[in-house]
């Protein structure tokens, strides 16, 4: 921009050439309200610029484009200075006058932040924060407006008042396309109710500019799922709008629902002004264009017609009469009411009807978190604390019931149906009453509510059963065809015209049970508008409609087609219905099959029989029905979600035998063997209903590149995902490359250790990250993605901002890589984890990587173990030390560093102070090395965790270390395994721990301290009230050392974890012993040996663990036998030892 202004500005001060040889090349200037390039120039502001023609002269050529630039800097400036007014600055210069010069040194300033300084004659802005409504703000026909709109708005907004989640919208970048071809549960479904990560947005900063340098929106939607609360934001707003609490900005606001507009067949824009809103008056069109107005249109999703912005004419002329949705796609493009703010609602799948170059600003309503349905449901029980337990427990423990609840509609409707279920029950041997496990059965519930099923009990028949029974039905006859041939029609609001044509009785609808399905709502043209109380009660009386006119009817129930079919019945019926769902490509008949399987199960049949269903009714085809649904899945080579749906819908008939093989594979580890297209669909539904699966879908050692290749759409919406040894090679990447690339992708976690990655692979998810949002943690362990590869991620590092952690481990990437991914690290400022270790890294790869520690701060942890970077490594990394204030934990295991590298890292340890974390494990520190880590361990007030395994330290140097315990006030691990450590650093550290107040942890196992080390160690566990754990296995320690320990035990109350190996003196079995002394079992230890290498080696170990003091009796001990493995992870096999 600033480039663009130079040149105006040259072009201004220099002279014009000869006239002969000028000319424009200059096109005319798009159109008010069309994108120029990425950005659309802002309807708001006016530039009426002359186009510039070489028919205007070649001598003028030059004078116009002066002209052309003086203009464009004074409607820049003035747009600006308005924009600064609306953000609380002052007014600055007079935007008219002054040469371009100083017009561009005027924009300058702006930019800069200095225009509203020094302005001596400010001018008066059309409107102030101090005066909302303008020019119009006493006007007595906007208050009798602001009083309609209060009077329209009455009652409560939302159960409880307005939750956080309306008053924060997500701001988001587009439609996903999952949102514009699925429905709404399978939205829900599939992100496992979780809803984008992204900005939030405050509604009282929903139409301003979200930077000072940027306009406010003009079109602005915000898209939810059906029942997500978009009405109640709407009404919320406006009624805050109307009190003066929120949208000072405008001067007006018109909101209208898609309902009222569509009791019109023809409108002019300046009709819908006067006719819609009367207390306006006749100078409707006057008003809105003086006054900055927002028209809100709500409902998208219930236009009658569809809006077409490729075959709409342009209209201009606010007089004239045209279709309804040709008025509004004019607006929208700004044929129409140019300067007024459009606000739109919709559901998903209906707002890309809008084209999104139209779109300024998208936002979303997320639906319920846990603490919100618990909320809810309180509200709906706030009397009965023993009733809102159960259905939270309910709720809890169907995962598919709870995904559901995060629609705010639902939620409640399940919380009735619930609720109803509870107060009812008639004890828990009645198998009718259990709790519902199924969408439908849970629908059944509500039914049998509405119908005042309270008074029902299972066989037995009274005269008021008997009338409940005949009013459902009726009213499934008329309201399910109603609802039925509204799902195929995608007709969501009906008219009295419209309940005409499909047989409705008016006055069925003034009955108490049409109110549990069908609402009311009065429209501004003053007729009714009718909609279903949330659109899976319509699908639901659909389904049952559908069910019920099935055993009757001899023709395609979709069409009224007079074409009948040779051999009737309810079979024939459902797999015509089962065919167009599985073919409607928007999903919107999905969940209308899963209510329509539903009710074919027993327990539903069970629960509707002598109201809506006949006892026994087609329970024959339950069977036939899950082989042609079980078919259905043969052919499918890429999973979609029709294929899923129809394990939901199994799910709903309660033949769950596909679903269960699978899951029970999963848990075994046998999924490799099922591979077939049913079993897919399967591992597919279950990735989005499993619990399992919820926290991490594991899926390595199981799948094939073709399986993986037709799991791929559902992959997407994993949030955690596992796919180590699966031998997965390049193409593999490349395909996953395309997921993590995908705009709808939520996999947050990914891991493919242990695969055939090469540098091919490595660049095809290097390409990936230049563009996903999603990803924070990337696993690559144990490939061979190289130099090449390393390049490739570090070169996607430069530019990706989300991604935290990434383990390279095992790659061969060596120096180079190595300097790759320091330069990554120079430049990237998120990446918080990277793991090196095993990469044949030298020292000039630990250099490179020093370097880039300078400059990073975001970098917190960094494991460089297994390389080969010594001495002069280990001093580089010192170096970087000294700087890096970021850095909490460096792993320098197995590197070859001396005691000349200890030194310097000692050194730089004296001046870090963000550092928690050392790890220094077999490397080789002797005695001297020791000495270094004494004094910087005295001086250090920040280090928690020190790792010295396997070094040289022998006595001299564990003394030294014992001697800065002692001073040491933060330090809480200390691992000395393995050291050539005798009694009298044992004695050291005996004396140490005696005043140590920090030390949590002590690892002294495979050092021969004997039994003087052993009673030294028991003499401070008396007095020490810190330590945990302590590991003394292979200590060379006999009978007195053990009853020493054991002594120390019987008066130690914070110890947790005792580790003994080899200990001489146990008893082979639990035997009696005197107060204070333990003879816990002789246990041999045994190693497992798990795989080829080193790597993969587990010792599993006894552990002695106090059980809770709470419990243990006078005298006696109590002891826990469990199992940890090298990596330190505890299994809970414990068995109890009494003494």
């Given at each position: 921009m600033l480039v663009a202004l130079g040149t105006i500005l040259s072009i201004q001060e220099q002279p014009a050439p000869p006239t002969s040889s000028s000319r424009s090349d200059c096109g005319p200037l798009a159109g008010r309200g069309e994108r120029v390039g990425p950005q659309r120039v802002s309807p708001h502001t006016s530039l009426e610029a002359p186009y510039l023609s070489p028919a205007a002269g070649q001598g003028d050529?030059?004078?116009?484009?002066?002209?052309?630039?003086?203009?464009?800097?004074?409607?820049?400036?003035?747009?600006?200075?308005?924009?600064?007014?609306?953000?609380?600055?002052?007014?600055?210069?007079?935007?008219?006058?002054?040469?371009?010069?100083?017009?561009?040194?005027?924009?300058?300033?702006?930019?800069?932040?200095?225009?509203?300084?020094?302005?001596?004659?400010?001018?008066?802005?059309?409107?102030?924060?101090?005066?909302?409504?303008?020019?119009?703000?006493?006007?007595?026909?906007?208050?009798?407006?602001?009083?309609?709109?209060?009077?329209?708005?009455?009652?409560?907004?939302?159960?409880?008042?307005?939750?956080?989640?309306?008053?924060?919208?997500?701001?988001?970048?587009?439609?996903?396309?999952?949102?514009?071809?699925?429905?709404?549960?399978?939205?829900?479904?599939?992100?496992?109710?979780?809803?984008?990560?992204?900005?939030?947005?405050?509604?009282?900063?929903?139409?301003?500019?979200?930077?000072?340098?940027?306009?406010?929106?003009?079109?602005?939607?915000?898209?939810?799922?059906?029942?997500?609360?978009?009405?109640?934001?709407?009404?919320?707003?406006?009624?805050?709008?109307?009190?003066?609490?929120?949208?000072?900005?405008?001067?007006?606001?018109?909101?209208?629902?898609?309902?009222?507009?569509?009791?019109?067949?023809?409108?002019?824009?300046?009709?819908?002004?006067?006719?819609?809103?009367?207390?306006?008056?006749?100078?409707?069109?006057?008003?809105?264009?003086?006054?900055?107005?927002?028209?809100?249109?709500?409902?998208?999703?219930?236009?009658?017609?569809?809006?077409?912005?490729?075959?709409?004419?342009?209209?201009?002329?606010?007089?004239?009469?045209?279709?309804?949705?040709?008025?509004?796609?004019?607006?929208?493009?700004?044929?129409?009411?140019?300067?007024?703010?459009?606000?739109?609602?919709?559901?998903?799948?209906?707002?890309?009807?809008?084209?999104?170059?139209?779109?300024?600003?998208?936002?979303?309503?997320?639906?319920?978190?846990?603490?919100?349905?618990?909320?809810?449901?309180?509200?709906?029980?706030?009397?009965?604390?023993?009733?809102?337990?159960?259905?939270?427990?309910?709720?809890?423990?169907?995962?598919?019931?709870?995904?559901?609840?995060?629609?705010?509609?639902?939620?409640?409707?399940?919380?009735?149906?619930?609720?109803?279920?509870?107060?009812?029950?008639?004890?828990?041997?009645?198998?009718?009453?259990?709790?519902?496990?199924?969408?439908?059965?849970?629908?059944?519930?509500?039914?049998?509510?509405?119908?005042?099923?309270?008074?029902?009990?299972?066989?037995?028949?009274?005269?008021?059963?008997?009338?409940?029974?005949?009013?459902?039905?009726?009213?499934?006859?008329?309201?399910?065809?109603?609802?039925f041939h509204g799902l195929v029609k995608k007709k969501y609001v009906f008219y009295e015209p419209d309940l005409k044509v499909f047989g409705v009785d008016l006055a069925l609808l003034q009955s108490t049970v049409c109110s549990y399905f069908l609402q009311r709502e009065e429209t501004l043209a003053s007729s009714a508008a009718y909609c279903f109380t949330h659109l899976s009660l319509q699908e639901f009386l659909g389904a049952a409609y559908y069910y019920s006119a099935s055993k009757r009817a001899i023709f395609d129930l979709f069409t009224e087609g007079g074409v009948s079919w040779p051999r009737l019945g309810f079979l024939t019926h459902f797999r015509s219905a089962a065919q167009r769902a599985m073919q409607a490509e928007d999903g919107r008949l999905d969940v209308f099959l899963r209510f329509l399987c539903g009710l074919l199960s027993p327990r539903v049949n069970d629960l509707l029989a002598g109201s809506l269903l006949a006892p026994g009714e087609q329970q024959g085809s339950r069977v036939q029905v899950a082989q042609f649904l079980q078919g259905s899945l043969q052919s499918s080579t890429v999973v979609c979600a029709r294929a899923v749906n129809v394990l939901h819908c199994l799910h709903?008939?309660?033949?769950?035998?596909?679903?269960?093989?699978?899951?029970?594979?999963?848990?075994?580890?046998?999924?490799?063997?099922?591979?077939?297209?049913?079993?897919?669909?399967?591992?597919?539904?279950?990735?989005?209903?499993?619990?399992?699966?919820?926290?991490?879908?594991?899926?390595?050692?199981?799948?094939?590149?073709?399986?993986?290749?037709?799991?791929?759409?559902?992959?997407?919406?994993?949030?955690?995902?596992?796919?180590?040894?699966?031998?997965?090679?390049?193409?593999?990447?490349?395909?996953?490359?395309?997921?993590?690339?995908?705009?709808?992708?939520?996999?947050?976690?990914?891991?493919?250790?242990?695969?055939?990655?090469?540098?091919?692979?490595?660049?095809?998810?290097?390409?990936?990250?230049?563009?996903?949002?999603?990803?924070?943690?990337?696993?690559?362990?144990?490939?061979?993605?190289?130099?090449?590869?390393?390049?490739?991620?570090?070169?996607?590092?430069?530019?990706?901002?989300?991604?935290?952690?990434?383990?390279?481990?095992?790659?061969?990437?060596?120096?180079?890589?190595?300097?790759?991914?320091?330069?990554?690290?120079?430049?990237?400022?998120?990446?918080?984890?990277?793991?090196?270790?095993?990469?044949?890294?030298?020292?000039?790869?630990?250099?490179?990587?020093?370097?880039?520690?300078?400059?990073?701060?975001?970098?917190?942890?960094?494991?460089?173990?297994?390389?080969?970077?010594?001495?002069?490594?280990?001093?580089?990394?010192?170096?970087?030390?000294?700087?890096?204030?970021?850095?909490?934990?460096?792993?320098?295991?197995?590197?070859?560093?001396?005691?000349?590298?200890?030194?310097?890292?000692?050194?730089?340890l004296c001046a870090n102070r963000a550092l928690l974390s050392l790890n220094l494990r077999e490397n080789s520190i002797s005695p001297e090395g020791a000495q270094e880590l004494a004094r910087a361990l005295c001086t250090n007030s920040t280090l928690k965790n020190l790792d010295l395994t396997a070094n040289l330290l022998h006595d001299q140097g564990a003394q030294a270390i014992a001697m800065a315990v002692r001073e040491n006030h933060t330090l809480m691990s200390l691992h000395l395994q393995w050291n050539f450590i005798q009694a009298g650093a044992a004695k050291a550290l005996g004396q140490a721990l005696q005043f140590n107040k920090s030390l949590i942890s002590l690892d002294l196992q495979e050092n021969a301290i004997g039994d003087e080390g052993a009673c030294a160690v028991a003499s401070a566990l008396k007095a020490n009230t810190a330590l945990t754990a302590l590991y003394l296995q292979v200590a060379s320690i006999g009978a007195p050392g053990a009853q020493a320990l054991g002594e120390a035990l019987a008066v130690n109350r914070t110890l947790e974890i005792l580790e003994k190996r080899h200990w001489g003196g146990w008893s082979q079995s639990p035997g009696k012993c005197s107060e204070g002394q333990l003879k816990p079992p002789k246990t041999q230890s045994s190693r497992e040996f798990l795989g080829d290498g080193w790597d993969d080696m587990h010792c599993h170990r006894t552990v002695w663990k106090p059980w809770d003091p709470a419990y243990q009796s006078p005298g006696k001990s109590h002891w826990g036998i469990r199992c940890q493995n090298d990596l330190g992870n505890y299994q809970d096999k414990c068995s109890l030892v009494h003494c």
């Open positions: 050529s030059r004078q116009q484009v002066q002209a052309f630039s003086s203009q464009l800097l004074a409607a820049i400036l003035d747009s600006m200075r308005k924009q600064e007014m609306r953000m609380g600055g002052e007014a600055g210069q007079g935007h008219g006058a002054g040469s371009p010069a100083e017009q561009v040194k005027a924009l300058m300033d702006l930019l800069s932040g200095k225009g509203c300084q020094g302005s001596q004659a400010p001018q008066t802005p059309d409107r102030t924060p101090d005066s909302p409504r303008g020019p119009h703000g006493n006007d007595s026909r906007i208050q009798r407006h602001q009083e309609a709109l209060l009077s329209r708005a009455g009652g409560s907004l939302e159960l409880g008042g307005p939750s956080p989640r309306l008053t924060n919208l997500l701001l988001v970048e587009g439609l996903m396309d999952l949102q514009l071809r699925e429905h709404d549960f399978t939205q829900v479904e599939a992100t496992r109710g979780a809803w984008r990560s992204a900005r939030t947005i405050a509604l009282n900063r929903l139409f301003l500019p979200l930077s000072r340098v940027s306009i406010p929106p003009r079109i602005s939607i915000t898209i939810g799922v059906a029942g997500v609360g978009k009405t109640t934001l709407v009404r919320h707003f406006v009624c805050l709008w109307a009190r003066g609490q929120i949208g000072k900005d405008f001067s007006l606001v018109l909101p209208l629902t898609f309902r009222d507009l569509n009791t019109h067949e023809k409108l002019s824009a300046d009709r819908l002004i006067r006719s819609i809103f009367p207390h306006v008056g006749e100078s409707g069109l006057e008003v809105a264009a003086l006054a900055k107005v927002l028209l809100i249109l709500d409902g998208l999703d219930e236009c009658k017609t569809p809006l077409d912005f490729s075959n709409t004419v342009a209209c201009t002329d606010p007089k004239k009469e045209i279709q309804v949705d040709h008025l509004i796609t004019n607006i929208i493009r700004g044929n129409l009411f140019p300067e007024v703010s459009v606000w739109v609602t919709s559901r998903p799948s209906a707002a890309g009807q809008i084209p999104g170059g139209l779109v300024d600003r998208m936002t979303e309503i997320r639906g319920f978190n846990e603490e919100e349905i618990k909320l809810c449901l309180e509200q709906m029980f706030p009397e009965d604390q023993v009733l809102l337990d159960w259905v939270l427990s309910q709720v809890r423990a169907h995962r598919a019931l709870y995904l559901m609840c995060t629609v705010p509609a639902f939620c409640r409707l399940a919380g009735l149906a619930l609720g109803h279920l509870c107060r009812h029950r008639q004890g828990p041997q009645d198998t009718e009453l259990w709790p519902p496990r199924t969408l439908c059965e849970l629908y059944s519930w509500y039914f049998r509510m509405a119908l005042g099923g309270e008074g029902q009990e299972k066989g037995k028949v009274s005269p008021r059963i008997e009338q409940l029974a005949h009013g459902g039905r009726r009213m499934v006859g008329t309201l399910g065809r109603l609802a709903e008939l309660q033949h769950t035998e596909l679903a269960r093989s699978v899951e029970e594979a999963m848990e075994s580890g046998g999924l490799a063997r099922l591979t077939g297209p049913p079993h897919r669909a399967a591992l597919a539904y279950l990735l989005q209903v499993s619990d399992a699966c919820a926290q991490e879908a594991n899926l390595s050692l199981s799948l094939s590149q073709g399986v993986l290749q037709s799991l791929l759409p559902q992959l997407l919406y994993c949030r955690s995902l596992r796919l180590d040894t699966n031998q997965f090679q390049d193409p593999v990447m490349e395909l996953l490359g395309s997921v993590l690339s995908g705009k709808d992708c939520h996999i947050q976690r990914i891991s493919l250790a242990e695969n055939q990655i090469s540098n091919k692979g490595a660049k095809a998810l290097a390409r990936s990250l230049l563009v996903n949002r999603s990803l924070t943690s990337l696993d690559l362990r144990c490939n061979s993605i190289g130099p090449q590869g390393a390049k490739a991620l570090a070169d996607a590092l430069k530019i990706n901002r989300t991604l935290a952690s990434l383990s390279l481990q095992s790659n061969r990437i060596r120096d180079d890589g190595a300097k790759f991914m320091a330069e990554a690290l120079a430049a990237n400022r998120t990446l918080s984890v990277m793991h090196l270790q095993k990469n044949t890294i030298g020292p000039m790869g630990a250099q490179h990587m020093a370097d880039a520690l300078k400059q990073n701060r975001s970098l917190k942890e960094l494991m460089f173990s297994s390389n080969s970077i010594g001495d002069g490594g280990a001093k580089a990394l010192a170096e970087a030390l000294k700087v890096n204030q970021g850095l909490e934990s460096l792993d320098l295991q197995s590197n070859s560093i001396s005691d000349t590298g200890v030194a310097a890292l000692m050194g730089a």
